[in-house]
């Protein structure tokens, strides 16, 4: 069966440091997927996505970077973190294993900059 | 980018009450995703409708997708607590997703 983790699950951080998260996807192959955040209790704000090893779409210009090393894997990074970064990031793959828009989500990583 | 507008954005009600929240756009949608989330945690996919005028049922929840394609709702019958939890749609360009209603079912 399918399965999304995501590491770490929380995470605080101090505005300035760098930020990896880090998200593996089992029980499919060449998914396509993405990373959102979301703010307290709202809706989600697509982040990036990739359709394959290598391959990053970037939605919102800001300081984070997305890659994707493995075709299982896919990673967020920030060089220095802002305030605004902290948020709960979900990295999402096709529900199902198959390509067709319904997305299955990980657990989450709840990220706080101070 | 296609918007997607939630109302209400919160809605709180007595166990075994009905509910109905909505989800709109000026845009043509060739499907609707609902799902619905509990805190701490990814959202979960409830249902995908697709045709217009589609009507879906889950259990108490039924999902409805408008006639033109635009907007749909979704009712809960006899809301129990188990049903509290964030309700977002998402529409399938971008994976665009609405603001979500925050549903709270008091005991």
């Known amino acids: 069966s399918q399965t999304i983790h995501q590491w770490p699950a929380t995470l605080v951080q101090p505005v300035g440091s760098p930020l990896s998260l880090e998200c593996t996807v089992e029980?499919?192959?060449?998914?396509?997927l993405y990373w959102y955040r979301q703010a307290a209790g709202r809706g989600l704000q697509l982040l990036f996505y990739s359709v394959g090893i290598g391959q990053i779409s970037s939605e919102v210009p800001q300081n984070l970077s997305a890659s994707r090393p493995q075709d299982r894997q896919f990673i967020l990074s920030s060089k220095k973190l802002l305030l605004s970064d902290s948020g709960f990031y979900l990295c999402?793959?096709?529900?199902?294993?198959?390509?067709?828009?319904?997305?299955?989500f990980g657990e989450g990583s709840r990220l706080t900059v101070l | 980018t296609q918007l997607l507008e939630q109302s209400p954005q919160f809605l709180s009600i007595q166990e075994g009450e009905n509910l109905t929240v909505y989800c709109n756009s000026s845009s043509v949608f060739s499907s609707l995703q609902w799902y619905r989330q509990e805190p701490g945690e990814g959202p979960v996919l409830l249902v995908t409708v697709v045709t217009g005028g589609e009507v879906k049922k889950l259990k108490r929840l039924t999902f409805q997708f408008g006639d033109a394609r635009k907007d749909s709702s979704l009712h809960i019958t006899a809301a129990q607590p188990g049903d509290t939890g964030l309700y977002l749609c998402?529409?399938?360009?971008?994976?665009?997703f609405g603001a979500g209603t925050t549903v709270t079912v008091r005991a």
């Open positions: 999402a793959g096709p529900q199902g294993g198959i390509n067709t828009g319904e997305l299955f």
């Open positions: 029980g499919t192959s060449n998914p396509n």
């Open positions: 998402a529409g399938p360009i971008k994976l665009s």
